[in-house]
């Protein structure tokens, strides 16, 4: 049983580290230099968005999120002797359990808010080149810009939380 375990948590450890690196790295990336860089209603942004899109960006994002929360409370859960209330009267159990918490709710943040902002400018980008006039285009360009103000703030947001979470599960162990 104790080669079992250790091949548990040996697993457990690469898929928490590998999809931890996977969504905050691309998050970081995507939310801090790529959307920034492009213009909402410009060509580019649709064709990125679109280029995103076949990539399967926003399927391997929250694919990779979710690897990272489930192996992560599994691995929470062994660690705590199943989530015995000792452990996290501990610094590091409390640590670990809030860092946890607050990658939850920068998944539900993204999933929820970013990702549908994000996914709708990508259409509505594509939209606008069949616009025939210039009503239409402003309503769209109007729309993509409220899009973009919700998506940002809301991908600032949930960043922050992950940053807080990733520093935490940094040096948990250490308190």
Not at 17 to 42: A, D, E, M, Q
Not at 53 to 75: E, N
Not at 85 to 111: C, D, I, N, P
Not at 129 to 151: C, F, M, N, Q, V
Request: net charge positive.
């Amino acid at each position: 049983i104790i080669r079992h375990m250790n091949a548990e948590l040996l697993v457990l450890r690469l898929l928490h580290v590998l999809g931890s690196i996977v969504w905050v790295g691309s998050s970081f990336f995507t939310s801090f230099f790529l959307v920034p860089s492009l213009k909402p209603g410009s060509s580019a942004f649709g064709e990125v968005m679109d280029g995103l899109g076949r990539r399967k960006l926003f399927t391997v994002l929250p694919l990779a999120a979710l690897v990272t929360i489930v192996s992560g409370a599994r691995l929470l859960q062994i660690a705590s002797s199943g989530f015995s209330g000792a452990y996290f009267e501990l610094a590091s159990g409390r640590v670990y359990a809030l860092s946890g918490v607050t990658a939850v709710l920068a998944f539900v943040l993204s999933l929820l808010v970013s990702r549908p902002a994000a996914v709708r400018a990508g259409e509505l980008a594509a939209q606008r080149h069949s616009a025939t006039t210039d009503k239409e285009r402003a309503a769209i360009d109007a729309t993509l810009a409220l899009l973009r103000r919700r998506g940002q703030r809301a991908t600032t947001v949930a960043m922050a939380l992950l940053i807080v979470s990733a520093c935490g599960m940094a040096v948990a162990r250490y308190l």
